[in-house]
T-cell receptor, first 111, second 113 residues
Framework: QQQVKQSPQSLIVQKGGISIINCAYE??????FPWYQQFPGKGPALLIAIRPDVSEKKEGRFTISFNKSAKQFSLHIMDSQPGDSATYFCAASDRSYIPTFGRGTSLIVHP | ETGVTQSPTHLIKTRGQQVTLRCSSQSGHNTVSWYQQALGQGPQFIFQ???????GRGNFPPRFSGLQFPNYSSELNVNALELDDSALYLCASSLKGAGNTIYFGEGSWLTVV
């Protein structure tokens, strides 16, 4: 049973465009929602995270939007750059602090 | 760099063999988790160790086992290797009680032939 569903599987955008990746979860006990960025040959690295008491969190060009009633959250990358090309994973965890990951989105930003 | 180091980086094993992967956690971190990441998939939680004891386990069979040492470093052991065990194995460290942030190493690529 996939507890965190992520889409799209792959995404191609032009430099300067907006990249949007969506995730949905089922477990209402989840209370922490991080996004990880993974470059080839590297381990995932925490990019940005949100708790359900806020609907949006912004850090630089990266924004998480959170909809608690719909059990959905999304990552927006503004002014996408070729250096943003990587695989992005959404995740969710409960009080165990053990994240459940989505299947990932491969983002390619064309120059 | 996260300060989490894993070894070896790549290895090839034959079906039925046993493998041991090693991880040194970030300085000051007392909790180590192991994940399996198959090609094109997200990391899947194997187990977590805190104070040298298993502190949570995902849906993996008993042939996946681990250890945590007093210096908080850790080992992942897999017995009776199967072809489907081919994956990137990620170690992550964290400080229990200090929030949800975990820091991943670069992983060990295991190929079972």
């Amino acid at each position: 049973q996939q507890q965190v569903k992520q889409s799209p599987q792959s995404l191609i955008v032009q430099k300067g465009g907006i990249s949007i990746i969506n995730c949905a979860y089922e477990n209402t006990a989840f209370d922490y929602f991080p996004w990880y960025q993974q470059f080839p040959g590297k381990g995932p690295a925490l990019l940005i995270a949100i708790r359900p008491d806020v609907s949006e969190k912004k850090e630089g060009r990266f924004t998480i939007s959170f909809n608690k009633s719909a059990k959905q959250f999304s990552l927006h990358i503004m002014d996408s750059q070729p250096g943003d090309s990587a695989t992005y994973f959404c995740a969710a965890s409960d009080r165990s602090y053990i994240p459940t990951f989505g299947r990932g989105t491969s983002l390619i930003v064309h120059p | 760099e996260t300060g989490v180091t894993q070894s070896p980086t790549h290895l090839i094993k034959t079906r039925g063999q046993q493998v041991t992967l090693r991880c040194s956690s970030q300085s000051g971190h007392n909790t180590v988790s192991w994940y399996q990441q198959a090609l094109g998939q997200g990391p899947q939680f194997i187990f977590q160790y805190y104070r040298e004891e298993e502190n949570g386990r995902g849906n993996f069979p008993p042939r996946f086992s681990g250890l945590q040492f007093p210096n908080y470093s850790s080992e992942l052991n897999v017995n009776a290797l199967e072809l489907d065990d081919s994956a990137l194995y990620l170690c992550a460290s964290s400080l229990k009680g200090a929030g949800n942030t975990i820091y991943f190493g670069e992983g060990s690529w295991l190929t079972v032939v």
